[in-house]
């Protein structure tokens, strides 16, 4: 089992191509393996889950049109409840 590598929340932000305040939002939100030094500082474990920004940015344009999808569906179900 390999040692876990944990970078700052600056330099996940520059590999990943994600800005460093929406890292820092998936810290708080446990999106990413992470935990807080006593300084307050994130330290990001990274490892085979690190998904490079192109994966991430085209997983959440998809998890967003799905969400739409769903919606849409909801509300038909809705209408046709109403019937």
Request: net charge positive; charged share 35%.
């Amino acid at each position: 089992m390999p040692i876990p590598k944990y970078v700052s929340a600056e330099k996940y932000s520059r590999d990943s191509g994600i800005g460093v305040e929406e890292v820092k939002k998936m810290c708080r939100n446990g999106e990413l393996k992470c935990h807080m030094t006593e300084g307050g500082y994130y330290k990001i474990q990274v490892d085979q889950d690190s998904v490079p920004i192109e994966k991430y940015e085209k997983l959440k344009k998809e998890n967003i049109e799905l969400k739409a999808i769903l919606k849409t569906i909801y509300n038909c179900t809705k209408d046709i409840e109403r019937v």
